[in-house]
Structure formats: C-alpha cells, structure tokens
C-alpha cells in the first residue's frame, strides 16, 4: 500500500521554465511533508518541508503548496536551471519532529538547456 | 565527520551469504535511520534508532534482516543469508531530534548486489 504516490516517474522542463512536482498521499494521519532531491551516486538532501498549519512555503526558487482536503502537495521551481535535474522525492510524517517518514517512489525531473 | 558516512560503498556478494553494511551519523544526532531503494522503488524505511530507546523495526522485511547501535552511534545493518531481492541501495540517515526541525541527513549509501 503505497501511502505516498509520485504518480509522474520523470518530467522534462525547459530551463527558466517552471518545473511542478506533485505529490499525493493517503494516510490523513501525516501532518508533515518534505521535499528531498537526489543526485546519482548520492544520497537524498533535505530540499523543503511544510506542516499542515499552512498551505504555501517559499524558499528562494522552491516553493511547496499543500491541499489537506484533496491530500496533494506541489513542489514549485521558478525558474528551472540545468542544477535542478535530480529525482525529487516527496516525504511525509505524522507530526513535526517525527522522524518516521514515508517517501514516495520520485520523479525524476530534467531541465533541458 | 561532517556528514553522515557509510560503508561499503559497493558489495557485490554470492546469494546465501551474509553481509554488513556500516553507518557512522552526523555527531551529536541521536537518532539513526535506516531505509533501502530497491530498482524503481520509492524509500522504504527499515529501522529507526533514537537515543536509548528500544529500536522501531517495523519495517524490517524479514528475521534475516537485523540492525544494532552501538554506544549511540555507530550502526550496522546485517543481512544474513542474502537473496537477490535484497539487491537494493541501502540508505542510512540521522537526525537531531527536538524542536528544532526533524530534517534527516542521509548518508550515500551503501549499494548491495547479490548475485
């Protein structure tokens, strides 16, 4: 039961264009969500979170939206550079501070020059 | 260190045998994690260390699969009578539990072959 659902496994975006992750999860428990990117040959880093107190966090480019009624998170970046081509996975927990957290399978995202 | 290390790298190791995987995490991070990507999968959590605690195993996917902490730090994940299914990348993290955020720092992981 995969309770946190990257359903696009790879997206193509022009670079300055906007890129648009999304993210889809089951369990009305989960309460915190992240966003993780990965490199090849590395391991996953930490790119940006939200709690379910809000519905928008911004950080520099990156840009996560969620929607606790439809259970849908976004990962905005505005503009997409060459840099940002890397899988990006979609996490989520059952409370800021709970470390146990569910990922979802990743998009692989690729800005074309 | 400055990040969370694991090692090795790479194994490559006949089907039936055992394996240990090893991870040093950040300094000062008292909680320790372990998850595994196995081919066109997403993150699958194994195991979850946190200070003096008794572990959360609840991920772990069978009894051949086992995890110890020693002294709060290091850790080793042991895989024994390994099968092909176990091929995966074995990803190790640690975080500094408490109000401060509970953002996980992973390590590279370890990358298993059973052949």
């Known amino acids: 039961d995969q309770q946190v659902k990257q359903n696009s496994p790879s997206l193509s975006v022009q670079e300055g264009r906007i890129s648009i992750l999304n993210c889809d999860y089951t369990n009305s428990m989960f309460d915190y969500f992240l966003w993780y990117k990965k490199y090849p040959a590395e391991g996953p880093t930490f790119l940006i979170s939200?709690?379910?107190?809000?519905d928008k966090n911004e950080d520099g480019r990156f840009t996560v939206f969620l929607n606790k009624s439809a259970k849908h998170l976004s990962l905005h970046i505005v503009p997409s550079q060459p840099g940002d081509s890397a899988v990006y996975f979609c996490?989520?927990?059952?409370?800021?501070?709970?470390?146990?957290?569910?990922f979802g399978t990743g998009t692989r995202l690729t800005i074309i020059p | 260190g400055a990040g969370v290390s694991q090692s090795p790298s790479n194994k490559v190791t006949e089907k039936g045998k055992d394996v240990e995987l090893r991870c040093d995490p950040i300094s000062g991070h008292t909680a320790l994690y372990w998850y595994r990507q196995s081919l066109g999968q997403g993150l699958e959590f194994l195991i979850y260390?946190?200070?003096?605690?008794?572990?959360?195993k609840s991920g772990l996917p069978s009894d051949r699969f086992s995890a110890e902490r020693t002294g709060g730090s290091v850790s080793t994940l042991t895989i024994q009578r390994t099968q092909q299914e176990d091929s995966a990348v074995y990803l190790c993290?640690?975080?500094?539990?408490?109000?401060?955020?509970?953002?996980?720092?992973f390590g590279e992981g370890s990358w298993l072959t059973v052949v």
């Open positions: 260390f946190q200070g003096n605690s008794a572990p959360d």
């Open positions: 996490a989520a927990g059952p409370s800021f501070g709970n470390e146990k957290l569910t």
């Open positions: 993290a640690s975080s500094l539990v408490g109000n401060s955020g509970n953002t996980i720092y």
């Open positions: 939200i709690s379910s107190i809000k």
